[in-house]
């Protein structure tokens, strides 16, 4: 009986808003890391706006969760929407931390594959910001829902090998008898791999809750 109430009722949609907004924040994010990345006199301007595309996530998961207390219909699981809206948070918070190992360490330059790994970060972005503007009308989108994750994933496998490559190059470079011979050069990149690939995970993250969400409502 329950479930015919919840049928017949209007349900809040803004929620859709704020996911869109939360989506567009990774893109944001993720635009800025690549200029990030790109070294030099961009680290700056790049790290001032990944920072303030997390601010203002934190925000908007701020607002969603509000929202999910005080709204008597949500348009799917309160326990998912709350999910949903903290895993896009978990993947621009990612972006920031790996900004912040930037800063602390002082890094101006990045070697090719960390540069790829931003580029790869984007097009997950893209494709995840995709795919949450796809939530409002899931059932009509389950084909397309179902390939855009698939891209993900594929992406996040080819992240991973972008990581393992990276860290067997730096080894071979600053490692023991290596050319440049270097730890703490060798630490340090390999901090900023990890982080690099953790966003990819975050991202993959994402796209695993959303399939969640429509297997559960379609």
Same mark, same amino acid.
């Given at each position: ?5 919840? *049928? ?13 907004? &939360? ?13 990030? +990345?790109?070294?030099?006199?961009? =680290?700056?301007?790049?790290? *001032?706006?990944?920072?303030? *595309? ?18 008597? =219909? ?6 998912? @929407?709350?999910? +949903? ?8 918070? &990612? ?8 800063? $602390?360490?002082?890094?101006? %330059? ?9 580029? =790869?970060? +984007?097009?997950?972005?893209? $494709?995840?910001?995709? %795919? ?22 594929? $992406? ?5 090998? @972008? ?8 080894? &071979? ?18 901090? @900023?791999? %990890?982080? +690099? ?17 429509? @297997?559960?409502?379609?």
């Amino acid at each position: 009986m329950f479930s015919l109430f919840q *049928a017949v009722m209007p349900k809040e949609m803004r929620f859709f808003d704020l996911f869109d907004r &939360q989506a567009k924040t990774l893109v944001d994010g993720a635009q800025a890391l690549g200029e990030v +990345l790109q070294g030099g006199a961009s =680290i700056v301007s790049g790290c *001032a706006k990944v920072i303030a *595309a997390e601010e203002e996530a934190d925000e908007i998961t701020a607002e969603v969760m509000l929202a999910v207390r005080r709204t008597f =219909i949500t348009p799917f699981d309160r326990s998912d @929407i709350k999910d +949903l809206i903290s895993t896009l948070d978990d993947a621009i918070d &990612q972006m920031r931390k790996t900004a912040k190992v930037v800063t $602390l360490f002082e890094v101006n %330059s990045f070697d090719p594959a960390t540069q790829e790994l931003g580029r =790869i970060i +984007l097009a997950a972005a893209q $494709l995840t910001a995709e %795919s949450v503007s796809l939530l409002g009308s899931m059932r009509a989108n389950v084909g397309k829902l179902s390939e855009l994750h698939a891209k993900i994933a594929l $992406l996040e496998d080819e992240a991973d090998a @972008i990581y393992d490559a990276g860290r067997k190059a730096l080894f &071979q470079l600053h490692g023991k008898g290596g050319k440049g011979s270097d730890p703490m050069a060798y630490i340090i990149g390999v901090d @900023i791999y %990890s982080h +690099l690939e953790k966003v990819v995970d975050r991202l993959e993250d994402v796209a695993n809750r959303i399939g969640g969400i429509v @297997i559960e409502q379609v």
